[in-house]
């Protein structure tokens, strides 16, 4: 498996699995499927692109795109130390297999290069075990609980936020 950030022309393959995750997982993420199966190509391609203040991962079992995440920053000078990941997403087809935590730690390695960056924030769904379990082995904490965070389809479901500190001393600064 290799993991890389995406490009534009990895547009078609990154919607799609996107939308395969918005369809099987609705749950998990606060977009939905009617709302993005409407965007053009060219719009995810403009996303994709460099210098949007996103990045986009992709992890590809040869040439297949198999999980996605992305990775971006608050814009206020007051929270530039704070990065997020967000749409993190694994083809149901290669879960088990080690994408994730690929995934994952190339997320953290991209927030961890952005300057100034000592905190990544994240949300799990409560009851996603499997989730909660590898960012909390990667070193998030859970810092809370949100009571009907989303609903979908009139079902209301709980998030559960997390941080890592990515520097050490990050809290004296």
């Given at each position: 498996m290799q993991t890389?950030?995406?490009?534009?022309?990895?547009?078609?393959?990154?919607?799609?699995?996107?939308?395969?995750?918005?369809?099987?997982?609705?749950?998990?993420?606060?977009?939905?499927?009617?709302?993005?199966?409407?965007?053009?190509?060219?719009?995810?391609?403009r996303r994709l692109s460099p210098g949007s203040g996103r990045e986009y991962l992709g992890v590809f079992n040869e040439e297949a795109l198999v999980a996605i995440a992305r990775v971006d920053r608050d814009s206020s000078s007051k929270q530039r130390h704070r990065a997020h990941i967000r749409g993190v997403y694994v083809s149901t087809a290669q879960r088990g297999k080690g994408a994730a935590r690929k995934l994952m730690e190339r997320a953290l390695d991209c927030a961890a290069s952005l300057e100034g960056v000592t905190y990544v924030s994240l949300a799990v769904t409560a009851g996603n075990e499997?989730?909660?379990?590898?960012?909390?082995?990667?070193?998030?904490?859970?810092?809370?609980?949100?009571?009907?965070?989303?609903?979908?389809?009139?079902?209301?479901?709980?998030?559960i936020p997390m941080t890592k500190v990515l520097a050490p001393?990050?809290?004296d600064t």
């Open positions: 890389r950030f995406l490009t534009p022309g990895d547009a078609a393959a990154y919607h799609s699995l996107r939308l395969e995750g918005l369809r099987e997982a609705p749950s998990a993420f606060t977009a939905s499927f009617e709302e993005e199966s409407t965007t053009p190509l060219s719009e995810i391609a499997a989730a909660q379990k590898l960012y909390e082995s990667l070193g998030f904490k859970a810092w809370g609980y949100e009571p009907a965070a989303l609903v979908v389809d009139g079902v209301r479901y709980d998030e001393d990050a809290r």
